[in-house]
Structures are given as structure tokens and as C-alpha cells.
């Protein structure tokens, strides 16, 4: 049994996934930071003493769970950063439904060099 080709009308559908993933992920990102702005203006403080900022995620969530400004911020720019790596991943995705060797190898490259420096910039201190 072989299978169908892939339509242009389904790489269009795939290709609106990927713009909508990338919408949806900034303007969560966009949200998530203006409550951590609000929360600071209204507050007047940060969260933390002095100019203090949290870098690393168990840091940010605990922040984020004690309604913390800076931490609540924090976790915006972490979804921000993020968004395009989701959109890497489903480029991979639409790649493979394509039947493109070769994209699927060099995105699933351009993955692992993310995944790799998301785990230096975490670990490597």
C-alpha cells in the first residue's frame, strides 16, 4: 500500500499551523510578561531583594507561584525563547509529510543544536 502524496492544500494547512504556533506563542509570551509588569507597577517591587533576578526555572516557577514580578516576567522571556523552537519542531513535521530527506535531517540538526545549548545555557555555569 503506498501512500498519497501530500497536497498543496495540506502543506497550506501545515504552513497556517506554523504562523498560528508562532502567533499564538508571542502573544502568550506578551501576556504572560504584562501581568509580571503590571504586578511590578503596582507593587513596587520586584520579588527579590536588590537587583536580584531569577535565572534559573525551579527559581522562576517558585517565583511564579509566589506571585513574584520578576519571576512572572521571567517565565514570559522563557516562552518567548521557546516559541521558535516549537515552530522548528513542527517545520520537522511538515518537512517529513513533504517526504523532504533532506530538510527533515538539517531541521532535525538545527533541533539538536538547540536542545544542546537550551541544556549548556541551564547547566554550563
Given at each position: 500500500m503506498t501512500e498519497k502524496?501530500?497536497?498543496?492544500k495540506e502543506m497550506a494547512q501545515v504552513e497556517t499551523?506554523?504562523?498560528r504556533i508562532l502567533q499564538i506563542g508571542?502573544?502568550?509570551s506578551a501576556i504572560i510578561m504584562?501581568?509580571?509588569?503590571?504586578?511590578?507597577?503596582?507593587?513596587?517591587?520586584?520579588?527579590?531583594p536588590g537587583s536580584t533576578?531569577?535565572?534559573?526555572?525551579q527559581t522562576i516557577l517558585t517565583g511564579v507561584?509566589?506571585?513574584r514580578p520578576y519571576a512572572?516576567?521571567?517565565?514570559?522571556?522563557?516562552?518567548?525563547?521557546?516559541?521558535p523552537v516549537l515552530r522548528v519542531i513542527v517545520s520537522i513535521y511538515a518537512f517529513?509529510?513533504?517526504?523532504?530527506?533532506?530538510?527533515v535531517t538539517i531541521t532535525t540538526a538545527v533541533l539538536l543544536i538547540l536542545i544542546v545549548a537550551l541544556v549548556i545555557g541551564v547547566y554550563g555555569k
Amino acid at each position: 500500500m503506498t501512500e498519497k502524496p501530500t497536497t498543496a492544500k495540506e502543506m497550506a494547512q501545515v504552513e497556517t499551523i506554523i504562523g498560528r504556533i508562532l502567533q499564538i506563542g508571542v502573544i502568550v509570551s506578551a501576556i504572560i510578561m504584562a501581568v509580571g509588569l503590571v504586578l511590578f507597577l503596582v507593587t513596587g517591587q520586584s520579588g527579590y531583594p536588590g537587583s536580584t533576578v531569577p535565572t534559573s526555572m525551579q527559581t522562576i516557577l517558585t517565583g511564579v507561584i509566589q506571585f513574584r514580578p520578576y519571576a512572572i516576567m521571567m517565565l514570559g522571556v522563557y516562552c518567548l525563547i521557546l516559541t521558535p523552537v516549537l515552530r522548528v519542531i513542527v517545520s520537522i513535521y511538515a518537512f517529513y509529510r513533504e517526504k523532504d530527506r533532506l530538510y527533515v535531517t538539517i531541521t532535525t540538526a538545527v533541533l539538536l543544536i538547540l536542545i544542546v545549548a537550551l541544556v549548556i545555557g541551564v547547566y554550563g555555569k
